[in-house]
């Protein structure tokens, strides 16, 4: 079980107010995202959760039980942080059997959750390896091995891959996953990178200055951004706003359009722009364009990867009308 209820929970550093009063549930199972910009309280929301920081005021709930003043070792999570916090002088076997020996563990328990996590981990082969021995993705993988032999009621990983290159990133993500779906236990993932949010969670919890800004599967945050603030966080590359007059066309303050819903033709469209900078993918090509006639920034657009358009092109865009975003002047959703 993993079920987790914030209850009006708050946090402040002296005068400082960190997170507002603030409710949230977490089922039992899933697997959900805290996601925002830095500073926005994302890290400290699971600090409070796993009990390495006091709320100020509101209640805590792990499995309907009060975990408000509950000590970290009893509230039966088990945390991964950014840093590894390997024994450099263990060896693997001995870094993830650590917390069982602490807690006095049989030997022969130890054993059987070290095999059965090496094996879930691909860390079997490494059992006798010091950390020093291991590439960056092997060490954290042992971290988390580390973690799954509490046989906790919830995960919680805080920016667990941000020291990982690109590829190692990737790879890691999706053993997370993996292991998720094998474990089926209650996931919190706190990231700075939408990607890995969209990608990864069943639910994500978008974060700005304490405040929970929306709730929702991947797919709903994309499609029905709540305000601005969402709409131009979720989705890479991120949304175009667009204010003044193409706006109250619409009846709105400001519409925002994904580069992916705009349609290119070099000889006729509603927009006329042109290209700067081109940033080819392969299969896309994301096109910065200029003297759109609307905001100063440029406007980002998702074209073909062959598209046969350089630095300097007029060409025109023709936004597609079912997927026009609308908002009003408090920057929430029409």
Not at 46 to 55: N, P
Not at 191 to 211: F, P
Request: glycine share 8%; net charge neutral.
């Amino acid at each position: 079980m993993g079920r987790i209820t914030l209850d009006k929970v708050t946090k402040s550093f002296g005068e400082v107010n960190v997170i507002p009063p603030l409710d949230l549930t977490i089922e039992d199972g899933e697997f959900v995202v805290f996601v925002g910009p830095s500073g926005c309280g994302k890290s400290t929301l699971l600090r409070l959760i796993a009990g390495l920081e006091d709320v100020s005021s509101g209640q805590i709930r792990i499995d309907g039980k009060d975990a408000t003043d509950m000590p970290p070792a009893k509230r039966g999570l088990a945390m991964v942080f950014q840093s590894y916090a390997l024994y450099p002088h263990m060896s693997v076997r001995k870094n993830i059997a650590f917390p069982m020996k602490m807690a006095g563990l049989p030997q022969d328990e130890q054993d059987r959750r070290i095999n059965a996590a090496a094996s879930a981990l691909n860390l079997t082969a490494y059992l006798d390896r010091r950390p020093g021995q291991l590439s960056g993705g092997q060490r954290q993988r042992v971290a988390i091995g580390r973690a799954i032999v509490r046989e906790p009621s919830a995960f919680l990983f805080d920016e667990p891959l941000s020291n990982l290159d690109a590829a190692l990133r990737v790879g890691m993500r999706l053993e997370i996953m993996e292991l998720h779906k094998r474990l089926d236990t209650t996931m919190i993932y706190v990231t700075h990178d939408q990607v890995e949010a969209m990608t990864m969670a069943d639910k994500i919890v978008v974060l700005q200055a304490g405040y929970i800004e929306q709730v929702g599967s991947p797919l709903e945050l994309y499609h029905s951004p709540r305000n601005e603030f969402v709409a131009g966080f979720i989705g890479s590359p991120k949304m175009n706003l667009l204010r003044g007059e193409v706006a109250a066309q619409h009846g709105a303050a400001t519409i925002g359009v994904r580069p992916e819903h705009l349609a290119v033709s070099t000889s006729e469209g509603q927009w006329p722009a042109r290209v700067g900078v081109a940033e080819h993918l392969g299969s896309d090509t994301f096109l910065h364009v200029h003297d759109h006639g609307f905001n100063d920034a440029p406007m980002t657009v998702r074209v073909d990867g062959e598209m046969p358009v350089k630095h300097g092109d007029r060409i025109f865009l023709t936004p597609d009308p079912s997927k026009i975003h609308r908002f009003d002047k408090q920057g929430l959703r029409i």
